[in-house]
């Protein structure tokens, strides 16, 4: 969420400079809204001055000031009123009005104006045609989309077999690279989040229909980001405790309401998947140097799986509801002849610390400042296992374990 004072000084700014982001967002009411609601406490104010001096005034109150006194307690109730209407309107805008764009985001309508900012590792060639997972799977005997859907519906899948145990083995080299050489703190949160939690984190109110709810008012994590970051919510933090670090693998869980008809087959987009999430909590100048750092741990998990990508920076029109800055990771699936996003990596600034209530002091006494959050996808476990099998099928339709994760794995290849 953004400052009032913010909102209130660049409104006309912003709308200008990105109707790609602002127009239709609310920022056009919130102008009209906070002028309403700043007369309203004028006049609220201008009325209980004038019952202050009625009630100062010596002496017996005389029949008209008693009536005015009267008035004037009906129409502050009424007024008050308003106030109450005004802010519970203001407060709904300002939490539907997305962040502002670092100024170095790419300027765009879509993702044709994202740039790609550099390309690791040359796509596999191959003496054969290249089949795509939601064949290779199921030839292999380990991706069973037919009974995945029978148990739950369209877009889950049951893992058999190597590819259940693959997915394992992906979840434990994730988890130990970030903690052992990256410095995270492991965490196995709640897959429940309540409300508070999700407006935290942006989820709430703007993107509820993605999210599964229980009939006891929980939602069904869509990110390990949600409960993460609300690790301190509500808190004021010493500074001196920053950054934190906190990674965890999580179930995730997504109705794709907003995405119909977009990568049907096979496991790039499912209801259920497991993924590994990095999460940042740090000071305002570190925020961006932290965001250089988040990506590149997402980035050596791709390195040293030795699967091809690129990163690109996300334009202002595809940029995420919170984030000021996003990388996408995009891997290259020769099954499809395609680059897919695989990580998402986002610097949010104080946007979410600001719905979170996550502060610090820099030192005792000192005014408390927000935090700045940030995290990443490092990496999703089906969407690995998809890029995985599609780079290192082999001809006779076998598959080879990337080196990293044969300890994992027990084992080379699977055939």
């Not at 005015?68 to 009005?97: G, H, P, Y």
């Not at 987009?269 to 750092?293: C, G, M, W, Y």
Request: aromatic share 8%; with cysteine.
């Amino acid at each position: 969420m953004l400052p009032r004072e913010l909102l209130r000084e660049n409104a006309e700014r912003l709308l200008s400079e990105y109707p790609e982001r602002y127009a239709g967002s609310g920022l056009e009411r919130f102008a009209e809204l906070d002028r309403r609601r700043r007369e309203t406490v004028t006049r609220i104010e201008e009325k209980r001055r004038r019952r202050n001096e009625l009630s100062a005034a010596r002496g017996k109150p005389s029949p008209e000031t008693i009536d005015e006194t009267k008035a004037l307690k009906e129409e502050i109730r009424l007024l008050e009123a308003q106030l109450e209407q005004s802010e519970a309107e203001l407060a709904d805008v300002e939490q539907r009005i997305p962040n502002v764009p670092q100024p170095d985001v790419p300027k765009g309508r879509d993702e044709t104006s994202n740039r790609v900012e550099r390309t690791w590792g040359e796509p596999r060639r191959f003496d054969f045609e290249a089949v795509a997972h939601w064949d290779l799977g199921p030839a292999l005997g380990i991706l069973d989309f037919e009974r995945g859907a029978k148990i739950a519906g369209a877009r889950f899948t049951v893992l058999k077999g190597a590819g259940a145990r693959l997915s394992r083995a992906l979840g434990n080299f994730f988890l130990d690279l970030h903690t052992r050489e990256h410095g995270y703190t492991e965490i196995l949160p709640p897959a429940l989040a309540n409300a508070d939690s999700l407006f935290g984190t942006n989820q709430l109110p703007k993107f509820e229909e993605d999210l599964f709810k229980t009939r006891e008012g929980l939602y069904l994590i869509s990110t390990g980001e949600i409960p993460l970051t609300n690790l301190h919510r509500d808190e004021t933090l010493h500074g001196d405790q920053l950054p934190l670090l906190y990674t965890a693998c999580t179930p995730c869980f997504r109705s794709e309401a907003g995405a119909a008809g977009r990568d049907t087959r096979g496991m790039i987009r499912q209801h259920q998947f497991d993924k590994v999430e990095i999460v940042t909590l740090t000071t305002p100048e570190d925020s961006n140097a932290a965001l250089e750092r988040l990506t590149g741990h997402a980035e050596t998990a791709l390195r040293r799986l030795g699967l091809p990508y690129r990163a690109v920076t996300l334009s202002t029109g595809d940029l995420g509801f919170g984030a000021a800055k996003t990388y996408d990771l995009e891997v290259w699936l020769p099954g499809q002849n395609v680059f897919k996003e695989i990580s998402s990596c986002s610097n949010f600034e104080a946007f979410q610390a600001r719905r979170a209530q996550i502060r610090f002091r820099r030192a005792e006494g000192e005014k408390p400042e927000f935090v700045h959050t940030l995290n990443g996808s490092a990496l999703p476990i089906g969407r690995t296992l998809v890029a995985i099998l599609e780079n290192y099928q082999r001809k006779d339709g076998s598959v080879e374990v990337p080196e990293a994760l044969m300890s994992y794995f027990g084992g080379d290849e699977i055939r």
